[in-house]
């Protein structure tokens, strides 16, 4: 079976539990003015500009290929409890491919995780439960208005999703809220996704992860406008705020960054 | 109850003043101990060598001027002024009186030296003129050998102008019987012998040498207690009164007696490490094992309550301060071969007891703390890690790590163990070793290593294949056959082993000429005194005086050859792309750049585009350091074409060669004096350093590097391997970042690598990459939840980063 992947990054030490190796796919069916990764969007291969230098993003690869790659670290994964994190784009967008990834790997005993906004029909998410370890859930705001205005759509699907996966009790979830200036980062606004977060019940960690600029270039290698050119990011004190007001909201684990 | 204790103890206020007068001034070249070396030479002409050197070495010790360094509780200076030298003209002087106006302004380790030292050591040097190690060493040289090294495919600098060094002495027995007890053991091995054997002569020789420069050792000490009683004597401030006091206490027994307590033994091992220091230039005189020798001085004193923690902390402090005081003034090929004034004394803490069983104890925490307070680059700290060493130890070691100091750096027992038992070492013995220099094992107090013997540039035999063994008009190399003769892989590959066997055996050459001068000229009785079993032998170290004997040059640019082999292979014969004499044609053209500006104008565009060509198919193969078999394995097979030839040799001690991979930092002017290579290195570029990838080269992060220099052959490198990774210091951040690091550790050693040590970058190397981002192709920067490789970044964004890398400290 082949997928799109457009990276592979090994030693990956700040998405998910010990030393991981991210599969990166390509696509994804909303468009974050924040993006970093902007060239993860389309699910078409394309041309980016990097240092005055064209290069292909996206490649077909088969299951077995992502896997000779993601074996290599096997070794660091069991010392350190890492393993395999799916990310994308958005990886559920790809849900055949992720499924056989995910579970080649479980079968031969690396653990595995996902990093996805989990907005796809339910059971696409169901179909690889059984084999996920770890599920880092994008959640970026309670108002689906808002979620729509900076995202392209709205979040109730998403929403439903996280109760789903909360409830269904299979694999360890973990909230992640990027930070981002003038669209989350107002207390309310972060109190209430930790409010939510409570309410579903079964989240382990939430992980708030304060704004970057490090995808800017990456918008002029593709041709576009980066629309957030003047946005800074957060600064620590602020986000220390946010960390406690999580804390104080719901009593679950929160952490600056992943 | 825990084994040890692991609480911090902070810096006191006196490390932090020592250290800042230690700084105050240049250093400077002293000219005491030449002039009193060779006043005594002058009065032994017609004695034994061995004997002429033990009284010089006392008379040394006898006048040289002591000093007592303010606030300072440890004594013994090399130099009246801090940081200084003195120079050994016994082993070479010309360099000196050569350098001596260019000295205070050369680039790397300038030191200042005064008109009147100039002349005091030019009138001393005219005694020397003929009677070097150094010229004697160069006689013994054939021709051919002397060629090659004018054409910088070897260098011997180290021993053919210095000391051998290298070496770690039997400390403990130094603490436990002081200098009055080895002086009995010569003297028993005396009434032992049989006057009418033929060796009775020459072994009586050494062992007067032997109480000699015991005597003179024991003299030294006595002048620093007198020094420090007529100080406290003058002494206005009780406090200090007190300390001088106690100083005068303990160098009235020690070394020449056995150490009552843990602060004489600090004192007594001082002495040791200091007064080799000045018997001969050598450097990478290692303390090994201090953990091991000095705790039960410690344990001791703590138990029966004599000493608390805090003072205990503060000694092994002072003595990481008197190891930054001790420098070398090299030549000035030598000072950028081992940059930083260093006296590369390696000091090991962790590891296994001789028995097999874990030996961390309280001191190995307190070494790496040393190493935290006074935040200098002496010792040398390195960790020994096995399957059983605890994880707290490796969490205190990440901690020094993630400060950027570069230390510890890592070795791995369930290497080196098997590969010095593979050399013919005990069990008991390989479970015993320790560090030497920079990363060379030896098993200390019996082992004269002679490590760091020779840098071997294996690109420069791969130049030679291309030339048909010429080099600048000169033939040096065999004649393997025009470049357009080879018509397979094979044969290309082959040519290149005879090049380097050929240039082996020269190396070889070169290393048995130098060890027959060092056991002419260069004896030293003190050294050999504490290693077994030169007073059992009747002989000094440089004669074979050791139970354990080797040669160790060292090889490096195996990433350039593992890459440009691929190169070759790939281009010329499977893809038919170029042959191979266009491909010479692009390496004298320095890939269209030019050997200099002027012949670079000269390049006609059809070869401008050759070589542009070439240059880009050569960016596009895979290279070393990316965890690819096909590379990888290349880099394993290409190492053996050094470190199989080296192994089959003998010294004239009666022990074998073993190589080592690693450069020190001669990497970049050895790679100064290289044309370009296949693998897309330009001329004059420095050339990759020990086991690691190229710079640059490996893209695909820390664990791809890792795994490809673990399919290195480590054990058969026994005379060290050197693997450096650069990190940014949010790799290391809280506990999980620890965690991670300490597997990639600990996954490399089940791997079998043998060393790895560990830059983590701060702003200073950010700002560099900025600077020269071709040198920084593979740092990665990891931010909460995003990586990047931080060259790629446009320039605001590096800010952003090197902002935020100050907030993560």
């Not at chain 1, 439903?160 to 694999?171: I, L, P, Y």
């Not at chain 1, 003038?182 to 992860?209: M, R, T, Y």
């Not at chain 2, 350098?99 to 005064?114: C, M």
Request: glycine share 8%; proline share 4%.
């Amino acid at each position: 079976m082949n997928g799109k992947v457009f990276d592979i990054q090994r030693y990956s030490i700040h998405d998910g539990r010990g030393i991981r190796t991210i599969v990166f796919l390509k696509g994804c069916t909303m468009s974050c003015r924040w993006c970093s990764n902007p060239e993860s969007q389309s699910f078409e291969t394309q041309e980016m500009i990097v240092n005055n230098q064209t290069r292909v993003v996206g490649k077909d690869m088969t299951v077995e290929e992502v896997m000779d790659i993601v074996e290599k670290d096997r070794a660091y994964y069991r010392r350190t409890k890492g393993g395999l994190t799916l990310s994308g784009g958005e990886c559920l967008n790809q849900p055949e491919f992720s499924k056989a990834l995910i579970m080649a790997a479980k079968q031969n005993g690396i653990s595995t995780a996902i990093e996805s906004m989990a907005a796809v029909k339910y059971d696409k998410i169901e179909a690889i439960l059984p084999y996920l370890d770890q599920f880092l859930m994008d959640i970026k705001h309670i108002d689906s208005q808002k979620h729509k205005l900076y995202t392209g759509i709205g979040n109730e699907l998403i929403l439903e999703n996280a109760r789903k996966v909360a409830q269904s009790n299979m694999t360890e979830l973990s909230i992640r809220i990027p930070v981002i200036p003038n669209f989350n980062d107002h207390p309310d606004e972060i109190k209430s996704i930790a409010c939510f977060a409570k309410d579903i019940g079964n989240v382990s960690c939430i992980h708030l992860l304060p704004y970057h600029r490090l995808g800017q270039d990456k918008y002029d290698g593709l041709g576009r406008k980066y629309l957030m050119a003047d946005i800074l990011p957060p600064s620590s004190e602020k986000m220390k705020e946010l960390k406690s007001i999580v804390e104080v909201t719901c009593d679950i684990e929160c952490k600056i960054g992943g | 109850m825990k084994k040890y204790n692991t609480t911090v103890e902070p810096k006191s206020e006196r490390i932090t003043r020592l250290v800042d007068r230690m700084f105050k001034d240049m250093p400077e070249v002293e000219s005491y101990r030449a002039v009193l070396l060779t006043e005594s030479y002058k009065q032994t002409e017609d004695e034994p060598a061995v004997l002429r050197r033990a009284k010089a070495f006392a008379h040394v010790l006898e006048n040289i001027p002591v000093v007592i360094r303010e606030e300072e509780l440890i004594v013994g200076s090399n130099s009246t002024k801090p940081r200084g030298c003195q120079t050994y003209p016994e082993y070479s002087n010309k360099w000196l009186e050569a350098e001596f106006d260019t000295l205070a302004t050369r680039s790397a380790d300038p030191f200042y030296i005064s008109e009147e030292s100039k002349k005091a050591l030019s009138e001393s040097h005219k005694y020397w003129d003929g009677k070097t190690v150094s010229e004697l060493a160069l006689s013994l040289m054939a021709p051919e050998t002397i060629r090659s090294m004018d054409h910088n495919i070897f260098t011997v600098g180290n021993y053919l102008y210095g000391g051998v060094g290298h070496v770690t002495v039997n400390y403990g027995e130094v603490l436990a019987i002081g200098y009055n007890g080895i002086i009995q053991k010569t003297k028993d091995a005396i009434a032992k012998c049989d006057i009418s054997e033929k060796d009775y002569p020459e072994k009586r020789a050494f062992y007067d040498a032997v109480i000699t420069s015991c005597e003179g050792v024991i003299t030294y000490a006595n002048r620093h207690a007198k020094l420090a009683r007529e100080e406290a004597e003058r002494c206005q401030d009780e406090t200090r009164k007190k300390e001088l006091l106690q100083i005068a206490t303990n160098c009235e027994n020690v070394p020449a007696n056995g150490a009552k307590n843990f602060y004489e033994a600090c004192q007594s091992f001082w002495f040791v490490q200091q007064l080799m220091q000045v018997e001969s230039s050598g450097h990478s005189i290692s303390p090994g094992r201090f953990d091991q020798y000095m705790y039960p001085y410690y344990e001791k004193d703590i138990k029966e309550g004599k000493i608390n923690r805090a003072f205990a902390q503060e000694l092994i402090d002072s003595l990481w301060v008197k190891l930054n005081d001790l420098t070398k003034c090299r030549d000035l090929g030598g000072a950028e071969g081992f940059a930083g004034y260093g006296a590369f004394q390696n000091l090991i803490v962790g590891g296994q007891t001789p028995d097999g069983v874990d030996a961390t104890n309280d001191l190995s925490f307190m070494c790496i703390q040393a190493s935290h307070n006074v935040f200098l680059p002496q010792p040398s700290l390195s960790m020994r890690v096995w399957n059983g060493t605890p994880d707290d130890l490796m969490v205190a070691a990440s901690g020094l790590t993630k400060t950027g100091i570069g230390l510890p750096a890592f070795y791995n027992d369930e290497v080196i163990i098997p590969a010095l038992m593979s050399r013919g070492l005990t069990l008991q013995d390989a479970r015993d070793y320790n560090i030497i220099g920079c990363v060379e094992p030896q098993k200390g107090g019996k082992t004269e290593g002679w490590h760091d013997s020779a840098f071997f540039n294996m690109c420069r035999p791969l130049e030679l294949v291309f030339s048909n063994g010429m080099d600048n008009g000169v033939l040096v190399g065999k004649q393997t056959g025009e470049i357009n003769s080879f018509k397979t892989f094979d044969e290309f590959y082959n040519a290149y082993k005879t090049q380097m066997d050929y240039q082996i055996s020269l190396m070889i050459n070169s290393n048995n000429a130098i060890d027959k001068a060092h056991s002419t000229r260069g004896l030293n009785p003190f050294q050999s005194c504490m290693i077994e079993d030169c007073i059992g032998r009747g002989k000094t170290v440089q004669e074979g005086g050791a139970i354990y004997n080797f040669t160790g040059p060292q090889g490096f640019g195996i990433a350039n050859m593992a890459d440009s082999l691929y190169s070759v292979q790939k281009l010329v014969f499977e893809q038919n792309k170029i042959t191979l004499e266009q491909f010479k044609k692009v390496l004298e053209l320095n890939y269209g750049y030019g050997v200099n500006e002027e012949a670079a104008k000269n390049i006609s565009a059809e070869d401008k585009q050759l070589c542009e060509n070439v240059k880009k198919w050569i960016d596009e193969l895979p290279k070393f350091g990316n965890d690819l078999d096909e590379v990888d394995m290349l880099a394993r097979d290409v190492a053996y074409v050094f470190t199989k030839p080296v192994e089959k040799y003998k010294n004239p001690r009666g022990g074998t060669f073993q190589a080592g991979l690693y450069p020190v930092s001669a990497n970049v002017p050895l790679g100064g004096q290289t044309g370009a290579t296949p693998d897309g290195r330009l001329a004059f570029t420095p050339v990759a350093d020990g086991v690691s990838p190229s710079a640059g080269k490996d893209t695909a992060g820390p664990t791809a590097a890792a795994n490809s220099v673990s399919k290195m052959d480590h054990f058969i490198a026994s005379n060290g391997t050197l693997f450096n990774q650069k990190f940014h210091p949010t790799a290391l951040d809280g506990q999980s970042g620890i965690d991670n690091f300490i597997g990639l550790i600990r996954v490399f050693f089940e791997k079998k690598g043998s060393h790895i040590q560990f830059n983590v970058v701060d702003r200073d190397t950010l700002r560099d990459a900025q600077e020269h981002p071709d040198k920084y192709k593979q740092l990665v920067v990891r931010v909460a939840g995003y990586s990047a490789i931080f060259v790629t970044l446009s320039k605001s964004l590096q800010e952003d980063i090197i902002n935020r890398t100050e907030l993560t400290f």
